[in-house]
C-alpha cells in the first residue's frame, strides 16, 4: 500500500518536468522567419534596403510586390541608376495590380529623368479608378511634376483631384497655393480659351476666381470686393474657406506712392533714340491712351512735330538738355498744354525716323503673327491711368547717376523708373536711396535690394526663355547658331546656364560670320553642318562695354570662323540667333545639309522678326519656331498696327515702346513685385513675373510659320 502511494508520488513529480522538456524542445525547433504583409497600393514606409532584403528573402507571389515597393523607394530616395536596373529586372508575368502600380513607377521615373513625354504615356495606360488614395496621390503629383515647367489645363486638373486626398491642413493649403500658381502661369490667351465639361464646377470656379484677379488686381477694393462675391457664388470650392497666399497678398498689400515718378533716361548720345522710345510707350500708358479707340494711339514717329511723346508744363518748352542744364529734369503733366518733350527732339548722331503723314504714310506692316491673333486687346493687362501723376524726366548723360537720384528725391519723387544703361544701373545699385527703382537694364553680379526691381530687354533673357519653350517641347541635344562676335557668346552662355539649371547636359554652339560669309558657304555647297563646340561658361559674367537694349548690340563681329566640332549626341532641335537676312541664308543651308525630312526641330530669336517678311520668305521658314514679344505677335492687333506706324515699321523700336508701357504697369504694381513671389501680369512684353532679386522674367509668345502663314504655337 505504502508502496503504490510512493510510486503515484514520483509520478505525478514526473509529468511537470516532461512538460517542460517539451516546451523547450519546441522553443529550439527552427522556425521560418514571418514575412511581414505587403501593401503594395499603401504608403511607402521603408527604405529601399528594407524592401530589397524583404525581396530577396521571398519565394513566394509575394517578391515581386516587394520588388516594386524597392522601386518606389529608390525613386523617392534619387537612386534613380538603381531604380531603373530594378525595373528592366522584373518579371514579364504581373498581376492586375501589379500591372497598375508598374505604370505609376515608369511615369515616376521617367520624370526623375526628365522625361516629361515618356511620363504622360506611362500615366495613359493608368486605370484611375482601381487605384488606391494613396496611388492616386501619387498619380496626380506625378501629373504635375511632369507638366510643371509649362502648366496647362492638365495641371490644373491634377492640383483639384488631389485636393480631397489630402488631410493635412498644411498640405491642404499648400495645393491651394500651388493651384493658383499653375493658373497665374498659364499665358492668359491660354487660360481665357479654356475647354472644360459641364460637370468640372470646381474648375469653373478657378478659373471664374482667375478672371476676377485678371479685371481687378490693380484696384484693391475691386478685388476684395470681386473674390467676396466669389466667395459666395462658390462656397464649395476649396479656396473659398481658405484663399491661395499670393491672392491674399495682392487683396491687402499697400502700393508704393506713384504720384511723382522720375524717369532717368539717356536723352542725348547713341542710346537717346532708345529713350524716345520707351518713354513715349511710359507716357501713352499714364495718359491711358492706350485704352482709347480699342488701342489706338497717335502715329506719328518719334522725332516729328506731332509725336506726342509728353504733354508738359507751358513754361518752359524745353529741348533736350545739356550737360551744362542744372539737373537734367523735364517735368510732365497731362492737365497742362502740349509741347515738345526732349527726348522726341532729332539729337545728332542718333538715327531719326521719316515723318509719317496720313497722306502719304506708308502702310504698317503686317508683324509677324498678325495672320492668327492670339487673343483680343483685352489679354494685355495695364496699370490704370493716372493723370495725375507726374513725370520728372532725366537725361542721365547730362550728371552723374547719384545725383540725378538726390535730385529726384529733392523734386519729391517717390519712384524711379530706370536708368537704362548698364553702367548707370551698376551705379544705381551701389547708391544709397530710400526711393524705390525700377531699373530698365540688369548690373552685372545682381545683389538683393528691398527698393530695387529689374526689367530688361535682354538677349540673355530671350534665350532664358527660349531654353524654357525647347525643353518644355522635350528637346534634349540642342544646337546653338550664334554670331561670332560677343553678342552671340553672351546668347550662347545664358541659354546654356538655364538649359542646365532645367535638368540638361552639355550644349553646343557653332558660330556663324557676316551675310558675305555665309552667302560664300553657300555658293561652295558647304551647308551647315550639325556639330558645334561645347558652351565654355565663365567663372564670373563678364560685363560688355556695348550698349544692348531689345536685342540690339554695336558689337563689331569677330572674324573668327564658325566652329566645328564633334556633338555629344545626335542633334534634335536648333536655337538660331540671326537677322532676317542671315536667317534667310541659314534656314536653306541646313535644310541643305540635313535634308528636307529632318526631324531636327528649328527656333529662331525675335532678332529675325522685321518688317518685310513676304511670302517667299514665310515659306522658306515653314516650320520654324520665332518668340516675340505679345505686342508683335497678335495679342493687341489695333496697337500692335499703331505702334510699328509710330517707328516706321521698325520693330526693334516698336519692342522699346512695349517696354516703355509696360515699365508704367510695373511701377504701378512694385510693391507687388517686391514682396510676392507668384505676382503675374500680362504685359506688352510678355508674361511679366518677379525672381530672385527681384529680377523680371518675361516669358514670351511663341509663333510657327506654316504653309505661308504664321500660326501662334500652343
Known sequence: MLLSKVNRRKAGRFVPVVLAGLILAACSTPQAPQTPPVNLQGPQTGSSAFYLQQMQHSSDDSKTDWQLLAIRALINEGKVADAGKQLSALPQSLTATQQQELSLLKAQYAVSTHNSVAAMQALKTTDISQLSADQKNRYYSTVIAATGSQPTLETVRAYIARQPLLTNGAEQQKNIDATWQALRTIPQQQSSNFMINANENVLQGWLDLLGVYERSNSDQDALKAGVKDWQTRYPDNPAAAHLPVGLLQSMNMTPASTNTIALLLPLTGPAAVFSQAIEQGFEDARNGVLAQNNGAVNTAPVGSANAPISAMSPAPTTTAPTNGSSNGATETNAASGAAVS?????????????????????????????????????????????????????????????????????????????????????????????????????????????????????????????????????????????????????????????????????????????????????????????????????????????????????????????????????????????????????????????????????????????????????????????????????????????????????????????????????????????????????????????????????????????????????
Open 342 to 714: 526732349p527726348s522726341a527732339t532729332s539729337l545728332p548722331g542718333t538715327p531719326t525716323q521719316a515723318p509719317v503723314s496720313t497722306a502719304n504714310a506708308a502702310p504698317a506692316a503686317t508683324p509677324p503673327a498678325t495672320a492668327t491673333p492670339v487673343t483680343s486687346g483685352a489679354g494685355i493687362q495695364a496699370a490704370p491711368a493716372n493723370n495725375q501723376a507726374q513725370i520728372k524726366v532725366y537725361d542721365t548723360n547730362s550728371q552723374p547717376v547719384a545725383q540725378l537720384l538726390q535730385q529726384a528725391q529733392s523734386d519729391g519723387a517717390t519712384l524711379v523708373v530706370g536708368p537704362l544703361l548698364k553702367e548707370n544701373v551698376q551705379s544705381v545699385a551701389t547708391a544709397q536711396t530710400p526711393l524705390n527703382i525700377l531699373a530698365l537694364n540688369e548690373p552685372d553680379g545682381l545683389q538683393n535690394h528691398p527698393n530695387m526691381c529689374y526689367f530688361a530687354l535682354s538677349p540673355e533673357d530671350e534665350a532664358r526663355d527660349a531654353a524654357n519653350h525647347m525643353w518644355a517641347q522635350n528637346k534634349r541635344m540642342p544646337l546653338l547658331l550664334v554670331p561670332s562676335n560677343n553678342y552671340g557668346n553672351r546668347v550662347a552662355v545664358a541659354f546654356t546656364q538655364q538649359w542646365q539649371k532645367l535638368g540638361g547636359g552639355q550644349v553646343d554652339e557653332q558660330t556663324f560670320g557676316s551675310v558675305a560669309d555665309l552667302k560664300a558657304r553657300i555658293n561652295s555647297n558647304s551647308g551647315i553642318s550639325m556639330t558645334g563646340t561645347p558652351v565654355t561658361l565663365p567663372s564670373a559674367s563678364t560685363s560688355s562695354s556695348a550698349v544692348s537694349v531689345a536685342g540690339m548690340t554695336f558689337d563689331a563681329p569677330q572674324t573668327a570662323p564658325a566652329s566645328s566640332g564633334t556633338a555629344s549626341g545626335p542633334i534634335d532641335s536648333v536655337y538660331i540667333v540671326a537677322s532676317q537676312s542671315e536667317l534667310a541664308l541659314l534656314k536653306p543651308m541646313i535644310t541643305m545639309s540635313t535634308g528636307s525630312r529632318s526631324t531636327i526641330a528649328l527656333y529662331a530669336s525675335s532678332r529675325s522678326a522685321q518688317s518685310g517678311a513676304g511670302p517667299d520668305f514665310r515659306l522658306e521658314m515653314d516650320g520654324l519656331q520665332f518668340s516675340d514679344i505679345p505686342l508683335l505677335s497678335g495679342a493687341n492687333p489695333a496697337l500692335m498696327q499703331q505702334a510699328v506706324a509710330k517707328f516706321n515699321n521698325d520693330y526693334s523700336l516698336a519692342r522699346l515702346y512695349a517696354m516703355g508701357v509696360d515699365a508704367w504697369t510695373l511701377a504701378n504694381h512694385f510693391s507687388q513685385l517686391r514682396q510676392s513671389s507668384s505676382y503675374q501680369i500680362n504685359g506688352n512684353t510678355g508674361i511679366l513675373s518677379a525672381s530672385q532679386n527681384c529680377v523680371i522674367n518675361r516669358t514670351l509668345s511663341w509663333n510657327q510659320y506654316s504653309h505661308g502663314e504664321i500660326v501662334p504655337v500652343h
